[in-house]
């Protein structure tokens, strides 16, 4: 475990809550990796706190899927499974064709403006960036959306849906294959909202999100098929898979 974590302490939110945060960022940012032990000695020494916190957060984070308990091992960071994959993306394709609905009709010319500038740092980002930059970017642009559609309850939505998808943004972008279809996604959801395209911009989203899931499912049978070629003995757990 040769991550340093830093806790950001904020006088209004429990130390508990902190912890939390910090390793739920670790692992949906890939800092911490799917098999790595959450050994509670030695997250208590990196952070700087007691071991309560942290185990109260594990916790958390095996109720939310991001850590199993296995037995005679203890806590390790879980893998991606095709059933949380589904999952996710199945709710995230359903709110984006609803963001997208509401923002071509509340679209301002500015807000085509800002998308335009969210891409081409977008498209900088996959020439120049990092995987994280590049991820951090992608969010930012579809948030944009999310802001143009005018509707609170949705933007909360999907607000609190960003750390799960921001997992598997992160593992589509690693592969570069990807990118520059992506980019091309991007500017034609900006083309369909610009020219009021309705029914282009809609198919546009739902191939954006079916591409997402694709690259993931094809890294994850990659990794399954990598792990069933290992020799017994040198097998690490990696991404778990579930119906």
Known sequence: ???????????????RDLVFTTLRQAILKGELQPGERLMEIQLAEKMGVSRTP???????LEKEGLVNMVPRKGAEVAGISEKMLKDVLEVRVTLEKLAFSLA?????????????????????????????????ADE????????????????????NLKENMYRYRLEYLKDKNYRDSLTKEHMGI???LENGDMEAGLKVVEA???????????????????????????KTVKHRRSS
């Not at 475990?1 to 130390?15: K, R």
């Not at 930012?140 to 607000?159: C, G, Q, S, V």
């Not at 990794?223 to 069933?228: C, D, H, P, V």
């Open 1 to 15: 475990m040769g991550t340093d974590f830093t806790v950001n302490f904020n006088e209004y939110m429990p130390l």
């Open 54 to 60: 942290i185990r109260e957060a594990i916790r958390k």
């Open 140 to 159: 930012a642009f579809h948030f944009i959306i999310y802001d143009a559609a005018n509707n609170e309850k949705l933007h909360e939505i999907l607000n």
């Open 190 to 192: 900006i083309a369909s």
């Open 104 to 136: 071509m009709e509340h679209i301002r010319p500015e807000d085509i403006e800002r998308l335009k500038k969210a891409e081409n740092v977008f498209a900088a980002a996959v020439d120049k960036g990092t995987l994280i930059d590049m991820t951090n």
């Open 208 to 234: 954006h999100i079916e591409n997402q899931k694709r690259a993931v499912m094809e890294k994850l049978d990659q990794e399954k098929l990598e792990s069933e070629k290992q020799p017994a003995s040198k």
